[in-house]
Structure formats: structure tokens, C-alpha cells
């Protein structure tokens, strides 16, 4: 077999953050639309990442925000996305190079995209209605992407910050989307 000198591997990883790129530039131009709303899942040790040293000691190696009811001032360009979020009822601001992202996960339509930041080497798509594209072992991730089911409803002041459940651990629920891994596909050399 001969040897991908060509990688597609990183290619489809740059074609999938850009699936990413283009939904956060609609959203910060026209605001979410529907019932969409965004679980985003970074390296923060990733080059570029600028956030407060709180939220960094906080959350050293991974972290997961959620754009629903709760952010404001999003800006996107090629390379990341700037927002800000309340976290323990303090405001952040927070800067994510879309090579950071790990995971991109919108519950209202079970679509997920997770990737692999460090080395690009491998990617995943969760189909939309369970339609399998193949098998294989999913990617081990640190973290899981949460269910649908774990998303507030409640759009009152009063309703507790996503972002602060995300950042303190209290989402307990795991992914029920399935996630297909491309290395099945892949044939492999001794």
C-alpha cells in the first residue's frame, strides 16, 4: 500500500472545522436560528487560546461552553471565534482557534463533528439519524459531548447559566449520538 503523502486525513479535518467556521459566522451575523444552539469543546493548552487564568485553572487540559441563551458580542474570522460568556455570574471573554475545537455538537439536530486538534490525524461525524457510514471504535475523547437531553429550556434571567453547569462538571449525562471513526476505513500496514 502506498503511503498518504497527499494526507486526506488533514484535509477532511480543515473541510469539517470549516462546516464549523461557517455555522459560528451566520450566527454571529443573524443570531441562532431556531431552536439551534452549540456545545464547543476546546484544548485550552492549544496555541492561541486566550482566556482568563481562572477559567484556565479551572479547567487546565479541556473545556466545553455552550452557545444558547447566555453569550454575547460573537465574532468569527478564518482562524477562531471570540464570544462572551458568564461563568459563576462573571463575565469572560474568551478567544477559540477553530484548531483548537475538539467537538461540535448541536442537540436540537443531533449533529456532532469531533476532532483531533494535536495531531490531525483522525476525525469524526456523528450522521444525522443513526445512518452509519461504517463501523469501528470511536475516538477515545476525554470528555463526551452532553445529550440533548441535559440542554435548559428555561430562557429567563433566572435560569442557571449553561456554561456555568458545563464549567463546574454538573452535566453527568453522556453522548447517546453515535459517533463513526474514519480509521475504519483505513487500511492499516504492519
Do not use: C
Not at 78 to 95: K, N, Q, T
Not at 128 to 152: I, R
Not at 167 to 190: N, W, Y
Amino acid at each position: 500500500m502506498a503511503d498518504d503523502l497527499i494526507r486526506y486525513d488533514v484535509l477532511l479535518q480543515d473541510a469539517l472545522r470549516s462546516v464549523v467556521r461557517k455555522v459560528m459566522r451566520e450566527v454571529a451575523d443573524g443570531g441562532l436560528p431556531g431552536e439551534h444552539h452549540f456545545y464547543i469543546a476546546f484544548d485550552t493548552t492549544a496555541p492561541g487560546v486566550r482566556m482568563s487564568s481562572r477559567l484556565r485553572q479551572q479547567h487546565p487540559e479541556e473545556m466545553t461552553i455552550v452557545l444558547q441563551h447566555q453569550f454575547w458580542d460573537l465574532s468569527v474570522n478564518d482562524h477562531g471565534f471570540e464570544v462572551g460568556l458568564s461563568f459563576g455570574g462573571v463575565p469572560e471573554r474568551l478567544l477559540v482557534p477553530f484548531a483548537a475545537v475538539k467537538g461540535f455538537f448541536d442537540p436540537s439536530v443531533q449533529f456532532g463533528l469531533q476532532f483531533d486538534p494535536a495531531g490531525a490525524t483522525q476525525t469524526a461525524t456523528t450522521p444525522p439519524k443513526g445512518d452509519a457510514v461504517g463501523s469501528g471504535p470511536a475516538p477515545s475523547a476525554p470528555s463526551q459531548l452532553p445529550a440533548p437531553q441535559s440542554v435548559a429550556t428555561d430562557k429567563s434571567d433566572d435560569a442557571t447559566d449553561d456554561n456555568e453547569a458545563e464549567a463546574e462538571g454538573k452535566d453527568d449525562t453522556k453522548s447517546s449520538a453515535d459517533v463513526v471513526s474514519l480509521d475504519a476505513f483505513r487500511k492499516r500496514t504492519p
